[in-house]
């Protein structure tokens, strides 16, 4: 299957004050003349569609034009937020794009189904995992430790007295004496300082 891929357009983004907008949009025809010559059989876009979680109203408009003419070109497009978008908002009207071959990741929710497309060779299975952090998916992965996994405890006799087991202990006798900090009573100008 042939496939573009492309990332990180951060529409709305500002350098130094300057809003990229104008060269964004010159960028995105530049995008969708490469789709008509190359003619490919999907679109990825793998995060960071916007710069901001809350883009500009500018922004927003650049990028449903650009959906807009990917859906008349009947190419399918999967889409999913990176870590400046917005899962929340990137996701609206979603489900509705779908039968246009617009398909944005979901909010995570634990369950993910793969958007699967077809050329002349067989399946592709496309899962649209969001960025994620380990808060996000915590409370859906909620597992005991094994108890192979488990440590066991070691017993009593194996600990030396510095705190260490025996295996681990720099001293490797019980018998020598736990090194103790250097009494101030040998630095006697230490004392005098204080
Ligand atoms: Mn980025």
Known sequence: MKFIHL???HLGKRVNEISMLDDQKYILLQ???II???QPDALLISGDVYDKSIPSAEAVTLFDDFLYRLAKRRLPVLIISGNHDSPERLAFGGRLMQSSGIHISKVY???LQPITLTDAFGE???WLLPFLKPIHVRQFFRRKPSKATRMP???PSSICRCGRTRAMCSLR???SPVPQPASRKRYPWAARTT
């Open 124 to 126: 592709v299975h496309f």
């Open 109 to 111: 929710d634990g369950d």
């Open 173 to 175: 006798t019980s018998s």
């Open 36 to 38: 008509d010559t190359v």
């Open 153 to 155: 405890a070691p017993p």
């Open 31 to 33: 995008i969708l003349r």
């Open 7 to 9: 990332s990180d357009l």
